[in-house]
Nanobody, 126 residues
Framework: QVQLVESGGGLGQAGGSLRLSCVVS????????MGWFRQGPGKEREFVAA????????DYADSVKGRSTISRDNAENTVYLQMNSLKPEDTALYYC???????????????????WGQGTQVTVSS
């Protein structure tokens, strides 16, 4: 059973920073492509960022590109999302997701990720 537990959400101010973490309970964590998604109030869930096995390859949504960094520590089974220059529109429930893929191919599609966490709330005040 693969379990993902997010943390690090909370109340941030516009222009500030937050660091989200996701600990994954699974063997062979290094064979999972990891992604972050978010769902804002009244919106559909959307892709935020993804990272390959080794962390060499990353992908970002245009809305966060240049302001956010996804990274991972395979020794700790943890993936991070560093969010800087926060904006009120970043307010959302942030989900961590895992995709087992032997080729390590990144994906922006929710349907490609089999395992999901419960989410951590990020609220940004102006």
């Amino acid at each position: 059973q693969v379990q993902l537990v997010e943390s690090g959400g909370g109340l941030g101010q516009a222009g500030g920073s937050l660091r989200l973490s996701c600990v994954v309970s699974v063997d062979s964590f290094s064979r999972y492509v990891m992604g972050w998604f978010r769902q804002g109030p009244g919106k559909e869930r959307e892709f935020v960022a993804a990272i390959s096995w080794s962390g060499t390859n990353t992908d970002y949504a245009d809305s966060v590109k240049g302001r956010s960094t996804i990274s991972r520590d395979n020794a700790e089974n943890t993936v991070y999302l560093q969010m800087n220059s926060l904006k009120p529109e970043d307010t959302a429930l942030y989900y961590c997701a895992a995709r087992y893929n032997l080729l390590g191919v990144l994906s922006r599609s929710e349907s490609e990720y089999r395992y999901w966490g419960q989410g951590t709330q990020v609220t940004v005040s102006s």
